[in-house]
């Protein structure tokens, strides 16, 4: 089973561009969440999508969105980059939510540098 | 609030037993986990635990509840140079809703 699918590995943007970001979660995955890991802040939350819906939301600016499609693939965009967006961001999914117990399942992660 | 705290670093031989702890704040949490990310890669999913289980054993790791304190540890038995790498706690809860509280993880370095 193919584990969850994160495109593209690399990224290098300027300030002010915006990006998209894309996750494929395992087959049969509904439920996809988003995080940020920097070596100041660690690893948060940014939001949780499932049925096409945003579920749950982190405490982000609204520069950060998301969607779900049909198929359950996600993808996020970040408007008018700023230097400390400088992150990996990573992708899990699971079948219904780490809030029914179910483990998350992490990708490998987009790195995005901001010049 | 919600917050989950590790030790940041943990140095071990080969072949001995490493302890990873970590303690968290949210008494609503539900699930624990414990991840791991090896340089380059995302986490990695190692075993995870239900609030309302003491201990949980799976081939080398071992992960202690203890619920009253809001302490969780995981132990590797056996050690390997292959185990080196940031080990993550994270919590789910009432609270938290969907999303994973992490804790800032542990590096542990295992020598030969």
């Known amino acids: 089973k193919a584990g969850v699918t994160q495109t593209p590995r690399y990224l290098i943007k300027t300030r002010g561009q915006q990006v998209t970001l894309s996750c494929s979660p395992i087959s049969g995955h509904r439920s996809v969440s988003w995080y940020q890991q920097t070596p100041g802040q660690g690893l948060q939350f940014l939001f949780e999508y499932f049925s096409e819906t945003q579920r749950n939301k982190g405490n982000f600016p609204g520069r950060f969105s998301g969607r779900q499609f049909s198929n359950s693939r996600s993808e996020m965009n970040v408007s008018t980059l700023e230097l400390g967006d400088s992150a990996l961001y990573l992708c899990a999914s699971s079948l219904e939510g780490s809030a029914r117990g179910q483990p998350q399942h992490f990708g490998d992660g987009t790195r995005l540098s901001i010049l | 609030g919600e917050d989950v705290e590790q030790s940041l670093f943990l140095s071990v031989r080969e072949g001995d037993s490493s302890v990873i702890n970590c303690t968290y704040t949210d008494s609503s949490s539900t699930y624990l986990y414990w991840y791991k990310q090896e340089p380059g890669a995302g986490l990695q999913l190692l075993t995870y635990?239900?609030?309302?289980?003491d201990m949980k054993q799976d081939q080398r790791l071992t992960v202690l509840l203890n619920k009253k304190d809001k302490h969780l540890s995981l132990r590797i038995a056996d050690t390997q140079t292959g185990d080196s790498a940031i080990y993550f706690c994270?919590?789910?809860?009432?609270?938290?809703?969907?999303?994973?509280?992490f804790g800032k993880g542990t590096t542990l370095s295992v020598s030969s």
């Open positions: 994270a919590e789910s809860s009432d609270q938290a809703g969907t999303a994973l509280i």
């Open positions: 635990i239900f609030s309302n289980m």
